[in-house]
């Protein structure tokens, strides 16, 4: 393949990209569940950090941290102080600044306290309602099977009551619900507490650049959006690949599994940003209306049309990797799948008999998680006889991580007297044009909860269309004792997700393609 062409631009003195229309989020006071977990560490206050230095809190903002551990605000403090320090010099962490400025650090760390309490005590949480002012956020950074009783002790201690043109508002962490009657039962336990609008259901994919630039590069560039069509495209792929395995996560991953951690959410995710109807405004019931409308026409997925599979041990990278069945907390003969390939079909005017394949897998051979829009070839007669009539398709790939951009795959001629057309790659890179701070991804979720905006938040009804869609699925694998096919760490994941793809007279985007 030819060298790539950089598409680049320069924005204004190379300044970070403010989000248009930015302003101070209204005071309140955040209280985190859950204050001494991983969730809260590694990402919410690196988040809320990088808001400070954003000039985005209100100098009234304050965080409540609570949590059954026997600790004070100074020790949470001097911890959470610590781990902001050691993420300076850990390349792996998601939060990975050159430096900690201590000004932005004291301003965050002097606003901090923490409440030891139980989840369920209702008389504790009253008495945390008495020191809270009026507008409250309460941020549930715990395992999922205590979202409800969370919620229902807020309830019961009358601290999420909205008054006085005052906001009480809930954030609920994935996943949401195990399956579709479960989801369906946490929605109805959740909504007979809070109204629709107090609830936030966050999915971090959503925080993403690379993820919101996927709606700001179909709708405000008149070049791809009439091409955006089952006339014009083949299919689309939509890919999770990570070269890591569970690590020390089994006991979490063993009920959970690659499926249920991955495709209703974060896969589902970008499928909505990737295949739904422009909305008539980029409001947030717009948009939730645009992907509810999109959910509602994929047909439940068949059976025949999904894939699982499992690592063994084998070298990612160079290193070895043991096996899934290996790691602690696994049981030595577990079916729980680490990967997982679907078949979607959406039953709409525009994309009516096009497949969308998606794939996510531990283990694998490259780390990427991207889009592939493959379009219909074009007529090739003209080039009969010639190498060109066997020219790869057209492709627009959508660069979530870890490149994050744009490429965009053609023809062009070679140089030369005869009409011999080769593969060529146009990049855009977000390095090459913005300046790029470290983040977590949360920054922007967590202002827009400050602001109210819930455009990139789950409505209660969305949630289930994601699980109606994939519950066959997980119903018939609960009855099929076959369990997954194996697959070597470090390859492209099982032979059977290639198998998906040829009995279609296709295949997948390779995952080592640069």
Known sequence: MASPTDISATPAAGRPVTPAGAHRAPPCTLVIFGA????????????????????????????????????????????????????????????????????????????LEYVKADFSDVAAIRALGEKLPANAIFYLAIPSRFFA?????????????????????????????????????????????????????????????????????????????????????????ITAAETIGVEQRG???????????????????????????????FDAESVRNAKEQLFEAVTPIDPRDAVRGQYAAGTVEGKPMVGYRESPGVAPHSNTETYVALKLHVENWRWAGVPFYLRTGKGLGGRRTEVVVQFRKPPMLMFRDTETEN??????????????????????????????????????????????????????????????????????DNIEAAWKAVDPVLQAWAQDSTGPELYEAGATGPRSADELLARDGRTWYPLDKA
Not at 38 to 45: A, E, G, Q, S, Y
Not at 89 to 96: I, M, Q, S, V, W
Not at 251 to 275: C, I, K, S, W
Not at 443 to 459: K, N
């Open 149 to 237: 009783t969370v919620v229902e002790t807020l309830g019961a201690a009358g601290v999420v009551a909205q008054k006085d043109g005052a906001f009480r508002r809930v954030v609920i962490e994935k996943p949401f619900g195990s399956d579709l009657a479960s989801a369906k039962e946490l929605n109805r336990r959740v909504l007979s507490v809070l109204d629709e609008s107090q609830v936030f259901r966050i999915d971090h994919f959503l925080g993403k650049e690379t993820v919101q630039n996927i709606l700001a590069m179909r709708f405000g560039n008149l070049i791809f959006e009439p091409l955006w069509r089952n006339e014009y495209v083949d299919h689309i792929e």
């Open 251 to 281: 006991a979490f991953y063993e009920p959970t599994g690659a499926l249920r951690d991955m495709v209703p959410n974060h896969l589902f995710q970008l499928f909505a940003m990737v295949a739904m109807e422009p909305p008539n405004t």
């Open 391 to 460: 020219l790869p398709p057209n492709r627009i790939i959508l660069n979530i991580q870890p490149a994050q951009g744009l490429t965009v795959e053609l023809g062009a001629k070679k140089p030369g007297p005869e009409m011999d057309l080769t593969d060529v790659q146009a990049r855009f890179r977000y390095e090459d044009v913005f300046t790029k701070s470290p983040n977590v991804g949360y920054e922007t979720l967590l202002y827009d909860c400050l602001m109210g905006d819930e455009t990139l938040f789950q409505r209660a």
């Open 36 to 111: 001494h977990g991983d969730l809260t560490k590694r990402l919410l206050v690196p988040a809320l950090y990088n808001l400070v230095g954003s000039g985005l809190l209100h100098p009234d903002f304050r965080v409540i941290g609570v949590d059954r551990v026997d600790s004070t605000t100074a020790a949470w403090r001097d911890g959470l102080n610590d781990m902001m320090q050691s993420f300076t010099h850990d390349p792996n962490a998601e939060f990975h600044p050159a430096h900690i400025d201590a000004a932005q650090w004291d301003w965050l760390a002097q606003r």
